[in-house]
């Protein structure tokens, strides 16, 4: 995929799940940018980058997950 195929991959989406552990990406920013709803980890790194734009969960915990992607 080249880079300026990213914006319309983002917008064929209808959200993006985030489940890192231990870094961050520029997917946050895509994703915010694209206006597509956002489930990311709870973890500080996060939350920094995206603010009130994400729904949080424990990437550590499955039920965290689908309690925010079956809504």
Same mark, same amino acid.
């Given at each position: 995929?080249? /880079? @300026?195929?990213?914006?319309?991959?983002?917008?064929? %989406?209808? #959200?993006?799940?985030?489940? /890192?552990? +231990? @870094? =961050?990406?520029? &997917?946050?920013?895509? =994703?915010? $940018? =694209? @206006?597509?709803?956002?489930?990311? &980890?709870? $973890?500080?790194?996060?939350?920094? /980058?995206? #603010?009130?734009?994400?729904?949080?969960?424990?990437? +550590?915990?499955?039920? &965290?997950?689908? $309690?925010? %992607? &079956? +809504?």
């Amino acid at each position: 995929m080249r /880079v @300026s195929q990213v914006p319309a991959l983002y917008e064929a %989406c209808d #959200g993006v799940v985030f489940p /890192v552990l +231990t @870094s =961050a990406s520029p &997917s946050l920013l895509e =994703a915010m $940018r =694209a @206006s597509r709803p956002l489930v990311a &980890s709870d $973890r500080p790194f996060v939350r920094e /980058v995206a #603010g009130d734009a994400a729904w949080y969960f424990e990437p +550590t915990d499955p039920a &965290s997950w689908l $309690r925010h %992607c &079956s +809504t």
